[in-house]
Structures are given as structure tokens and as C-alpha cells.
């Protein structure tokens, strides 16, 4: 399939949940609607081949996905579903490679609901009661829950258990250039970490998590922050919403407490605007009522917050994938701990030769 010009895609594609009430009511008061966008540059690649993937969001009962418009400047492309989950995503390639800088631009509109719990439809829940690599159960965590008297029939003690125990923060340097390092949270005025501080089981310093960071990418290993790594999460305590969300996972999912990993994006409250980074959250099962969503890493870097990220998620953000341990088609990893970012290869090497940048505004 070539594709020079915007490409409407189909409505049955774009529709998963025929039912969904208000679906493009911009006057409700708890929905905000906006157009998101999705872009890309890929570098030059002299010849050779170039492959890439990109989640793609759906419709369900707390979004509606509309108006999505693909431009690959003439790359081939293949609309897949991964089987695990069920998460869509775009296989874009070219065999002959790109001679210039080539762009991937994919818009779409979104009606984003702020929700409590939801029964979602064709949704099992015993398939999230098992591990994931990066997400282990039993083990250290049943000594967790042993230790600290945690109970599948207190889940908001497990939230405020990972809540403690949690310091957002993602320093990667000892300067003062580094936010994380040598500034505050503007919500609490107070240090991201403090010199004084120890985090996690392991009681390090905030100068140690550094030294982590800086271990784990020069040994190319997932055990620093934003690789959702529970263990990580346990021992060192710093960490972005992948590592909040996964340990609340692993400690869950051990209390045989179904549990899903939802990645997106954070819509910033101005009108439009560049969005800096993905967001991810966590939601749980219970019998009858369905699942409820929590939001960790934003209660601890909005205390005021705590009690409404228990069980409910506000409309500033968007869906894109559930789930971890993704399988990509023609990718030549085994499966893939994150999805949200594209994912690209060159000759069948990963590669980041591309840069992306991603936008909104509110229709």
C-alpha cells in the first residue's frame, strides 16, 4: 500500500465501542476535546532498508478516537493489531530506504472522559493476573506484603504503600542543570529529592541514584528509571510512572488483584501546545464494580491530589496502548517492555536516527 496524500481511516476501524454516550459532546462538562499529533522525522538512511512502528490509540468507554489522518510521504504501510492485548499499531517501511529526511505525520481527534470505575466490554481480567519481564510476582514482593500487612481487600493500602515508599524523580547528572538533581516540585516547593534523603529499600542517596543511571545505560540494562522496572522501583524508590505503576503491579498482581498498565500521553491544560512526554497509568479490577484507575506518580507530585487519583483519572490525556511485553511484527526484538515511542530499525538494527514531536489543541 503506497500513501502519499492523508489517508481518512475507515470508521469501523476507528470505532470500538459502538455505544459510548456523549461520543463527541464537547459541551459535558467532565470530557475535553482535542485534536492530538503525532510526528516524525526520520534521518536519511542511504539505501537502506527502514522500518517503524507506532502505536496507534483506539476507541473505548473513556475515549473516543475520531478524524484520524495518516501522511508517510509516499513509505508503504500496514495497519496491525498486536495479539496479546489487543493494541493497534501502524508497520510503516520502505525497502529501498528514505534519501532524504522523510516525515510521519498522524493526527487524530479525542473526546477523553475524567472517569471512575468502568466495566469495559470483552475485557478478561484473569489475563492480567500473570508477571510481565520487567514486572515479576511473588518473591520479594510476597515479603512485602507480609512485612507491611498489605491485603487484596485494601487496595488503597497498597496505593498509598507504593505512594510512601515512591519518590518521583529522574535525575541523570549531579548539576544544577539537572531539574531533578537541584530543583523543586513547583506543587510542593520542596526538593525532588533531598540531600539528605535515602530512597528505597536499598536506603540510597539521591547522588547513588545518579550513579545508577549512568551504570545501567553505559551496561545497557533496564534496572534505572522509566523502564517500568518493579524490582528497581523496590530497591531504589526514584522513579517516573513507569516504575510507580509497575510496582503497585507486582505487589497487586502477587495479591492476586487483576491489574493494567495503560501508556499515553498528559494533555497540559492550556489551549494548545507541545506535549513533552508519554504518561502511564495503572487500573484495577474488582467483582461487580469493574475497574478502577489510579494515578500514582501524579498524587506524589501533587499531594493535594492523592485522594482523587485513588479511583479516579482526570480527561487531560489520552489512551495509546494496555499492557506490557508487546509482540511486533517483523521487529526483531522478542517482545517490547514499553510501547509508546516509535520504534525503529535500519537494515534490521534498531536505531534512533529520527526524532519525534508531539502536539495538541482543543477543538
Known amino acids: 500500500m503506497k500513501n502519499n496524500l492523508f489517508v481518512l481511516v475507515g470508521t469501523m476501524l476507528l470505532i470500538s465501542c459502538a455505544n459510548i454516550d456523549n461520543r463527541i459532546n464537547k459541551g459535558v462538562e467532565n470530557h475535553r476535546y482535542f485534536q492530538f499529533i503525532y510526528e516524525v522525522e526520520i534521518e536519511p538512511t542511504d539505501g537502506k532498508k527502514v522500518e517503524m512502528w507506532i502505536p496507534i490509540p483506539q476507541s473505548n468507554e473513556a475515549q473516543t478516537i475520531s478524524e484520524l489522518l495518516y501522511n508517510f510521504s509516499g513509505l508503504s504501510y500496514q495497519l496491525k493489531t498486536e495479539p496479546i492485548h489487543n493494541n493497534q499499531y501502524l508497520y510503516i517501511y520502505s525497502n529501498n530506504g528514505v534519501t532524504d529526511t ?18 469495559y466490554k470483552n475485557v478478561n481480567p484473569s489475563n492480567y493476573l500473570r508477571s510481565y519481564t520487567h514486572v515479576p510476582i511473588g518473591g520479594i ?8 500487612n498489605l491485603s487484596r481487600h485494601n487496595i488503597k ?9 515512591m519518590h518521583y524523580a529522574k535525575p541523570k547528572n549531579s548539576s544544577s542543570d539537572d531539574i531533578y ?19 528505597g529499600r536499598f536506603a540510597v542517596t539521591k547522588d547513588e541514584v545518579v550513579n545508577i543511571y549512568k551504570e545501567s545505560k553505559k551496561m545497557n540494562t533496564k534496572y534505572t528509571f522509566g523502564n517500568g522496572n518493579s524490582l ?7 522513579g517516573n510512572c513507569t516504575d510507580f505503576h509497575s510496582y503497585f503491579m507486582s505487589i497487586g498482581r502477587t495479591l492476586e488483584i487483576p ?5 499515553g500521553f498528559s494533555i497540559p491544560a492550556q489551549k494548545e501546545g507541545i506535549v513533552g512526554g508519554y504518561h502511564c497509568w495503572a487500573e484495577y479490577y474488582t467483582d461487580n464494580d469493574g475497574w478502577y ?11 493535594d491530589r492523592k485522594e482523587y487519583f485513588f479511583g479516579t483519572i482526570c480527561n487531560n490525556r489520552v489512551d495509546f496502548t494496555v499492557g506490557r511485553d508487546f509482540t511486533i511484527d517483523n521487529y526483531e526484538e522478542e517482545s517490547v517492555n514499553l510501547f509508546i515511542y516509535p520504534l525503529f530499525e535500519i537494515d534490521d538494527k534498531k536505531s534512533e536516527a529520527y526524532t ?8
Open 141 to 148: 514482593f510476597s515479603n512485602i506484603i507480609k512485612e507491611n
Open 356 to 363: 519525534k514531536k508531539f502536539k495538541y489543541k482543543n477543538l
Open 102 to 119: 522523510t516525515s510521519i505525520r498522524i493526527s487524530f481527534n479525542v473526546l477523553r472522559k475524567e472517569h471512575n470505575n468502568i466495566n
Open 157 to 165: 493500602g497498597v496505593y498509598d504503600f507504593v505512594l510512601n515508599g
Open 293 to 303: 484507575p489510579v494515578d500514582i506518580s501524579e498524587a506524589d507530585k501533587d499531594p
Open 259 to 263: 491489574i493494567r498498565f495503560h501508556m
Open 181 to 199: 538533581y537541584s530543583s523543586k516540585n513547583p506543587n510542593t516547593n520542596k526538593d525532588w529529592l533531598s540531600d539528605e534523603g535515602k530512597f
Open 232 to 238: 528497581y522501583a523496590c530497591d531504589i524508590g526514584v
